[in-house]
């Protein structure tokens, strides 16, 4: 994970814990599915009640989590008895790769899961489409995951059931600061959200809805803690914010940094022009933007985060409520 999508230490090591609680949660699930499930009893009748398999599941998992999210969804579907096809995300596919090898090595059969990698447009269609699919599993942008909910909707010849999709799609996570919150756990929190995995992750703070009264402050302390943090090789111990995925990742960044700056003041990173010894940004600050703004309403995935202020409580969760997407948030109070 170091080494082919760019994860530091210490985040290539939270991606190893969470594919562990992946595998344990699934497979403790599915020994409490397999038992029968509890009905009222109907004099005269004799009634069952049990899941069953469903068949074939196309796995699609994304990049920013190439050992977690694909391991917890391709183990998902094998421990509740199903076959899968495992395309992994173009950018990693290596790891996905390794990941099998040790399925084959704990003794799943061959031919339970089947490693097919190779660009989504053209691998991922044909398996969404293929009359034989029962179920896709899939993470990543929106605009991906609406279109394979668009074509498994359509019915292919010889298909003899409707297809299921499982469709985790982006986000635009807000943190929201109260005015009596606790400053320096907030500005942390705020920190380490927007700028772990270089905020490639789609639970990533990239808005902060700040209370006015401590608006100055908590910009102040963020500023300056992302201003510490290390950019640079993942290999060495002592980077904080390592490469981004790739060169369109990069371009897309840069070009949204620029469109926030239009929009709001840049207080701190910011990168333009051609990648220097690596598709490197360092974590980037906007302050002073409207909640309706573009850096506030698309996902830019990237190490930004908008700082956004709020006149109350009150507002600031509509601030925060007022985005397209849907996917965690935080609140930083001391009023329960």
């Known amino acids: 994970m170091v080494f082919e999508a760019g994860k530091t230490w210490a985040e290539a090591d939270a991606d190893t814990a969470e594919a562990i609680d992946f595998l344990e ?14 009905l009222i009893r109907i004099p005269g009748e004799d009634n069952e009640l049990s899941y069953i398999p469903l068949g074939v599941g196309v796995i ?13 969804m391709t183990s ?5 008895g ?12 290596v790891i996905a790769a390794k990941f099998l090898d040790a399925l084959e090595e704990a003794g799943l059969p061959e031919g339970v899961v089947q490693f097919v990698p190779g660009p989504g447009r053209i691998v991922g269609d044909i398996l969404v489409e293929h009359p034989l699919t029962r179920f896709i599993s899939f993470t990543g942008s929106r605009e991906v995951g609406l279109r394979i909910n668009e ?11 409707i297809k299921r999709v499982i469709a985790e799609m982006g986000g635009k996570d807000a943190i929201v600061v109260d005015r009596n919150a606790d400053l320096e756990q907030a500005a942390e ?59 369109a990742a990069y371009r897309k960044i ?56 709020a006149d109350s409580f009150e507002q600031a969760l509509a601030y925060a409520n007022d985005t397209d997407f849907g996917l965690t948030g935080a609140v930083f109070s001391r009023e329960p």
């Open 254 to 309: 840069v070009q949204y940094i620029g469109i926030g700056q239009t929009e709001g003041k840049l207080v701190c990173g910011g990168a333009e022009g051609e990648p220097q010894g690596g598709f490197f940004i360092p974590p980037t600050v906007i302050e002073g933007v409207a909640p309706k703004a573009r850096i506030a309403q698309e996902e830019i995935f990237g190490p930004v985060v908008a700082f956004h202020r």
């Open 82 to 93: 199903n076959t899968a096809v495992l395309k992994p995300a173009s950018p990693t596919p």
């Open 76 to 80: 998902a579907a094998v421990a509740t």
């Open 151 to 161: 074509l498994a909707a359509r019915t292919a010849p010889g298909q003899k059931w």
């Open 60 to 72: 699609i998992p994304p990049w920013n989590f190439p050992l977690a999210i694909m391991a917890g």
């Open 189 to 247: 929190a705020i920190t380490a959200s927007a700028f772990g995995f270089a905020g490639q992750k789609c639970s990533a703070c990239s808005r902060a809805i700040v209370h006015r009264d401590v608006y100055d402050a908590v910009l102040e302390r963020v500023a300056g803690l992302a201003g510490r943090l290390a950019v640079g090789d993942p290999a060495d111990p002592q980077t904080a914010v390592g490469p981004v995925i790739d060169e």
């Open 25 to 38: 949660f699934y497979g403790r699930e599915a020994e409490r599915l397999a038992e029968p499930r509890p």
